[in-house]
């Protein structure tokens, strides 16, 4: 086999004879994984001051340092402090900071999950996280509470309490398998999940979130394609974060993915200093695009313990977005998403493309500046929809989940099925008032 000379050198750093299959064994990376500040500095040559190093103890000591040999040999040693790989695998001293606006949960994951493992949050799909395990510790996780603390996959017995909670949920619809890394399970436990999960009837489609094509390509073996491609339909999100994260190792990983049939996408998050810069996302999306991957999310950095060095304004997210519309393809630009601390769900942030609107047109610009008109409809004619589809003269065939449409949230408001004119917040001190005067 043929690796580099920074893969070589990190080999025989680690063992003494190292054998050069070995580096494509993703269980012997794992195995190998870099966990402690000791090993950092000697299989990297990258040494710290006394002072430093004591920081670096304290932060790794809250919060876990894991690095497979392969991740570490993506770092540029000679300019590692403005190293993308390493400011997301190694961390620094900023993280021990904890803001009052910072959460050790902040989407109130915990709050939003009736059985463990389970955060239902949409009406129709639920996150099932089936281990607190990854290949590597991401710095910036949102599941720092979680991911690394201890080191724990699930049995089936407690797996199967997540299952029977789909199972007696008939609205559930989409089942998102995360953690974790759930490609962390072995091959046969995956093979388990995804049965019992796609037994179930009204489970239409299962999604997997995992960063292994990122920090473990090697995970991506063909004997797990082949227990994959059982179980169709089966989408695919993973999470690059930067163009050097691309190489010939993920890209062959990418590969077998599409090739065995499913729709991949990537989550990126926006992070200061690694990748908050237009051309920097653009030549992301487009590495992506060539590897089949589409660009599903760029997330606005979380507000969990310690990521205050991390996030950028919303501004910074909406100047690349302006950078990527009318200046790429459609298909390869994500949606800029907020995560709504406390529970609310992804929020899209976009440019404002409407300049004004009145009766009969509304005003657009473009991502050239140009302003233009479109000329809306005069015979259209309104429609009062009561939600009775049987009565409905459009050709609308819904057999499936018809007892389950109804409206919640905005979407409740423009609805003519209910008298609802304001949603009014529990603790609104006006309607309090009126409640007492009552």
């Known amino acids: 086999m043929i690796y580099n000379k920074v893969q070589e050198e990190i080999a025989n750093k680690i063992e003494d004879k190292p054998q050069l299959s070995n580096w494509k064994d993703w269980k012997w990376q794992l195995k190998h994984s870099i966990k402690t500040l000791d090993q950092f500095e000697y299989i990297t040559g990258i040494c710290f001051e006394k002072k430093e190093r004591e920081q670096l103890q304290k932060t790794f000591d809250k919060f876990p340092l894991s690095i497979t040999p392969y991740y570490l040999s993506l770092i540029h040693k000679d300019n590692y402090r403005n190293d993308p790989v390493f400011k997301q695998a190694f961390g620094g001293s900023e993280e021990l900071n904890t803001l009052s606006s910072e959460y050790a949960d902040p989407l109130s994951e915990d709050k939003d999950s009736p059985v463990e493992g389970i955060t239902h949050r949409y009406p129709d799909r639920v996150l099932f996280q089936v281990s607190n395990v990854c290949s590597m510790y991401c710095r910036h996780c949102t599941r720092k509470r979680k991911v690394g603390d201890i080191d724990f996959i ?81 989408w695919i999100n993973t999470h690059f974060n930067h163009p050097n994260e691309i190489t010939s190792s993920s890209k062959e990983a990418l590969a077998k993915l599409a090739d065995g049939g499913f729709p991949l996408g ?52 909406i100047e690349i977005m302006e950078s990527l519309v009318g200046h790429t393809s459609g298909f390869a630009r994500p949606v800029y998403v907020i995560d709504a601390p406390g529970g609310g769900g992804k929020i899209p942030v976009m440019p404002n493309y409407i300049i004004s609107w009145s009766t009969n047109k509304v005003v657009l610009r473009n991502y050239e500046g140009v302003i233009t008109t479109y000329k809306e409809p005069d015979s259209y004619a309104p429609k009062d929809c009561d939600r009775n589809c049987e009565s409905c003269n459009l050709d609308l065939n819904l057999q499936e989940n018809e007892d389950q449409d109804v409206a919640i949230g ?10 609802t004119i304001s949603l009014i917040p529990e603790d609104n001190e006006r309607i309090q008032r009126r409640n007492d005067n009552a």
Not at 217 to 227: A, G, K, Q
Not at 272 to 279: I, S
Not at 283 to 310: A, I, M, T, W
Request: charged content about 20%.
């Open 266 to 317: 990537n989550q990126s998050v926006l992070l200061a200093d690694v990748n908050d810069c237009p051309r920097i996302i653009k030549s992301l999306v487009h590495k992506l695009v060539q590897n089949r991957v589409r660009p599903y999310y760029l997330y606005q950095c979380d507000l969990s313990e310690g990521l205050s060095h991390f996030r950028t304004p919303v501004g910074k997210g």
């Open 154 to 234: 699930p049995s089936r017995k407690q797996l199967t309490t997540g299952i029977e909670y789909i199972r007696n949920t008939p609205q559930v619809r989409d089942v998102l398998l995360s953690g974790g890394d759930p490609f962390m399970l072995s091959d046969s436990m995956i093979d388990w999940l995804l049965s019992e999960i796609s037994r179930i009837p009204h489970v239409e489609v299962i999604r997997i979130g995992t960063r292994m094509p990122v920090v473990l390509p090697y995970r991506i073996t063909d004997n797990l394609i082949s227990v994959l491609k059982k179980y169709h339909p089966l």
């Open 410 to 419: 905005i979407e409740k408001l423009l609805s003519n099925t209910n008298d």
